[in-house]
């Protein structure tokens, strides 16, 4: 996503909200709401004994891109699903439906193209963050040392797990998607990437990675799912 470079940065309302998130089994406080949280229909799946995880996500990968019709799937953390549901399975791969997607669409898909390698499955109706952070750098910095030195300190893989580092020519920039970051994993991993670009950590912007008026979480969390998540062996 394009990122608009800002000359000072960018104040943020502050809303705190807990909301499950970071590691799926505590409530996470964010005030990066908005066009930053989306709400997705995502897929728990646990593979037969002695399954291919790989073959599982290319089989699933395949089907979702053509015959099953419902776009590209993107892999995230299991922290996305709510704690109730982890108590019941913790998945070890978790697909997420492109933005617009339900689950009763995630549930006839798997209904009609689940691999024979899975054992089981959920489908259930999560909120994550989709974000980016972007940082230009002090003067003398190339972007592309300010990626090493933050690949080296290895911060932004403990926060983040998955994350995507684009080097652009103005600067840098971090995607993430995945589980609710607390605010407080977000601010470590602005300290990381500060001190990577040798620069204050407020003049790392957090943005939205997508356009469009996401969850507002003022109100606290919305009702998720329309139906009760559902599982099939």
Known sequence: AAVRWPAAPQPIAVT???V???TGDGHAETTFDGAMVRKRAAIAIHPARGAD????RAELTAAAKGKGKVGSLTEATFAVFDEQMLAYLVPEITMVLPEGKTVHEAEAFMRDYQP??????LTQTVLVHDLTFAVMPAAGMKPAAVRDRQDAEGILTDALGRYQTTVQPAGLTVHYFGAIL???TIAAVRDAM???????????VVAATQPGPGVDLANGIPFLNDIPAHGHH
């Open 16 to 18: 705190t909200v807990a």
């Open 20 to 22: 499950e998130g970071d």
């Open 53 to 56: 995880r790989a073959h599982i």
């Open 116 to 121: 024979a390698d899975v054992a089981f499955y």
């Open 182 to 184: 607390s605010d407080v």
């Open 194 to 204: 500060g001190r990577a670009a040798k620069v204050a950590p407020d003049r790392i």
